[in-house]
């Protein structure tokens, strides 16, 4: 009935200490291992005949490919395809996560904030490095707008690095917040059909209210869980288009 | 030197297109009455291919028939035939490209949604990274309210300034690759 049950770390088996700190095997990383798993099968699976004629499983992998390597043309250009694997990566390891979260009794990984923070710091970190690589401290232009009065333009810097450091975080708490509240609404109406069942006939007919909404906000968190990661991808590609051209 | 060979059963090419035809549709390889259409749109959907193979057969079996002895009886009735296919077919060309158009998106467009939520999480990122360096610099200097009030307010703007590049409303700035 707790509808917060569901995000539960739970420790599977210790794998091994570090000071005073177990490092366990939870069902968080058990259900990453799997979507891995799922990955890696639907890939491999759909390589392995290389017809010029795609089968059904080639179809899918080839649509994925297209999507993410299109998102990533039409955004940071073409030489942003050096990040291809990394966005693809990451695209279809938090699809398989959030769709992998709408089976009933699965965990939803990406409803940890610190799984999305780890995602969102891997892309800050990425343009923060490569940006500073390959364009030395002329990345810094990325703060300063050209044609700006000199009297405003502290002013303006300070709002740009603000603006550069909220990235992570509007990044991070957007997919994470979708999913943990789409779930704990869920959770919520599911709990409601069961407790009107407990009333009798009349309970019965009062809870097909909450079974109808459920099942529409079951195609809704759907829609959420495709959505969420299509918009983590394509911000990934915007971000990392500053690293490729920061600015004039 | 002749052979005396004769076939056990009568393989005329007749009787083997009628055997692999018969084999093929029904239920040996195309296990589907019905198969699912995957191909260009256009092509309509759902061809019923016992209506097709019927259609070859009789055609195979009037061709051993009367091999070019009566002309085409039903020319006109052909010919009809013929122009509403390629009406038909007109009217499926010219539909295709409003189908796919760009131009205007559908009311359930999900990417409109996608950037409701962006646009909602850009405004409050902005404020609570300001807050937190706010009060940061406020632990680490003592100069307790003023930190977090100046970078309340830059945080603040920071964040609308996110929203107005998400939405469009002003161009990227400086991240703007074009300039």
Redesign the interface.
């Given at each position: 009935m707790d509808p917060i049950h569901q995000f539960e770390i739970k420790n599977l088996f210790p794998i091994f200490r570090i000071g005073g700190t177990e490092i366990a095997f939870t069902n968080s990383a058990l259900f990453m291992l799997i979507a891995l798993a799922l990955i890696l099968m639907l890939m491999l699976g759909a390589t392995r005949s290389r017809a010029l004629v795609p089968g059904r499983l080639q179809a899918v992998a080839e649509i994925c490919y297209e999507f993410v390597a299109d998102t990533l043309r039409s955004t940071a250009?073409p030489e942003g395809m050096k990040f291809f694997p990394l966005v693809f990566s990451i695209f279809m390891f938090i699809l398989v996560l959030n769709v992998m979260g709408i089976v009933p009794y699965a965990f939803t990984v990406t409803s940890h904030i610190i799984i999305t923070v780890a995602f969102a710091l891997l892309v800050f970190l990425t343009v923060v490095v490569y940006g500073f690589w390959r364009h030395g401290l002329r990345f810094l232009?990325?703060?300063?707008?050209?044609g700006i009065p000199i009297y405003i333009l502290p002013?303006v810097t300070?709002?740009?690095v603000?603006?550069f450091?909220?990235?992570p975080?509007?990044h991070s708490?957007?997919l994470f917040?979708?999913m943990l509240a789409g779930h704990i609404t869920l959770k919520v109406f599911g709990g409601f059909v069961v407790m009107l069942g407990g009333f009798g006939l009349l309970g019965w007919l009062g809870a097909a209210l909450p079974l109808a909404l459920t099942t529409v906000l079951t195609a809704l968190e759907l829609?959420v869980a495709?959505?969420?990661a299509?918009?983590f991808a394509i911000?990934t590609c915007i971000y990392l288009?500053?690293a490729?051209?920061?600015?004039? | 030197m002749t052979t005396s060979y004769t076939a056990p059963i009568p393989c005329s090419p007749s009787v083997l297109f009628h055997f692999f035809f018969r084999h093929l549709t029904e239920g040996a390889i195309l296990d589907s009455h019905k198969p699912n259409q995957y191909g260009p749109r256009g092509l309509g959907d759902g061809i019923d291919l016992a209506e097709i193979s019927a259609g070859v057969v009789s055609m195979a079996d009037a061709r051993e028939k009367d091999d070019r002895e009566q002309p085409l009886a039903d020319e006109p009735a052909l010919s009809a035939r013929l122009k509403r296919l390629g009406e038909e077919l007109g009217h499926v060309q010219s539909k295709r490209p409003t189908e796919s158009s760009p131009d205007q998106p559908a009311a359930s467009d999900?990417s409109a949604?996608?950037r409701g939520?962006?646009l909602s999480?850009?405004l409050?990122?902005?404020v609570?990274?300001?807050a937190a360096?706010g009060w940061i610099i406020d632990r680490w200097l003592g100069i307790s309210p003023w930190g977090m009030i100046v970078?309340l307010l830059?945080?603040f703007?920071?964040?609308v300034?996110?929203v107005m590049?998400a939405a469009g409303v002003v161009q990227s700035?400086?991240?703007?690759?074009k300039?």
């Open positions: 250009g232009k990325l703060f300063v707008p050209s002013l300070a709002i740009e603000l603006s450091f909220s990235r975080v509007s708490v957007r917040a979708n829609l495709l959505l969420q299509y918009v911000l288009s500053d490729l051209h920061p600015g004039h | 999900p949604m996608a939520f962006r999480t850009e409050v990122a902005g609570l990274v300001g360096l970078f830059l945080g703007a920071a964040g300034l996110n590049r700035g400086p991240l703007d690759p300039q």
